[in-house]
């Protein structure tokens, strides 16, 4: 069984050892060190160097009790700032941080989890498959550290990436792709009673293009909306200009770019 108080007790410890992006080196060792206690073997990539970190990659294999499919974990060891100096406290059910740092269960949770999950098949003797660990480095700020994962150390094809809000047991699966679009539709002001078709209208060019295009649920792995739709003017003055802001999602960056270029296209044409 899970032991609960050895995990919170690890993560008090952790979230003391300051990690914040580009600076996971103690963090690292800490944890090498307390896989070694389990008489775990690490591998440490060189991933630092390329981000200007002073840590690196951490990866751990576990031989499993049965030759099944292989199965990967993973959890970031930085934290965003202000990460120096965090002093961890118990309020009821919850861990917070006294002072002005953030706590950095983002994402020291997600580690201690995993040893915890670790520790306890060790000491239990369950069954299991073989499992594959990565404790990644710059992960605040663009994912960075897994970027530069050495994939071929890798054999899973699955993995569990211990690094989300929500309630437990909650499973993001995918993270779809996103597309920002600002665009300005720029007509002619004129005045609306005295010479209209002086003017060119923007509001009427940006509702025609909007009508034109597919929106909201766009197929099965797509969507898209526009957010804002702006222009301020008197009622007497041809509307010279209509701001949107729209986006698209989409889990196939192919569709992605498709249904971007196709909102994009809507305006042109208008
Ligand atoms: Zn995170």
New binding site residues.
């Given amino acids: 069984m899970v032991n609960k108080e050895r995990m919170l007790n690890t993560f008090m410890e952790y979230v003391r050892i300051d990690s914040e992006t580009k600076n996971e080196k103690a963090i690292g060792e800490r944890i090498i060190k307390d896989l070694k206690d389990l008489c775990l073997e690490t591998y440490t990539d060189r991933a630092g160097e390329k981000l200007s970190s002073n840590g690196n990659n951490i990866y751990c294999f576990i031989p499993g009790t049965s030759d099944s499919k292989s199965m990967l974990f993973s959890a ?1 060891m930085d934290t965003v700032v202000p990460g120096v100096g965090i002093e961890p406290y118990i309020d009821g059910e919850y861990v917070k941080s006294r002072g002005n740092t953030i706590l950095g269960g ?2 020291k949770a997600g580690v201690v989890a995993i040893l915890e999950a670790v520790r306890t098949l060790k000491e239990s003797n369950l069954p299991h498959r073989p499992i594959e660990i990565v404790f990644s480095i710059c ?2 700020g663009g994912i960075n550290g897994a970027k530069e994962v050495e994939f071929s150390k890798l054999k899973s094809t699955a993995g569990v990436i211990l ?1 989300s809000g929500g309630s437990p047991g909650e499973i993001i699966v995918e993270a779809p792709g996103q597309t920002k679009l600002f665009a300005k539709v720029i007509g002619k002001a004129a005045h609306a009673g005295a010479h209209p078709e002086k003017g060119v209208s923007a509001i009427m060019v940006a509702a025609e293009a909007i009508s034109e295009m597919k929106l909201l649920r766009v197929d099965n792995e797509t969507t898209a909306n526009i957010g804002t739709f702006k222009s301020e003017g008197p009622t007497n003055i041809v509307s010279p200009l209509v701001e949107i802001i729209a986006e698209a999602r989409s889990r196939s960056t192919e569709k992605l770019n498709k249904q971007t270029e196709h909102m994009v296209e809507c305006l042109k044409k208008s």
Avoid: C, F, K, L
Wanted: charged share 85%; net charge negative; aromatic share 0%.
């Fill in positions: 970031h983002d994402d992960e605040e690094d």
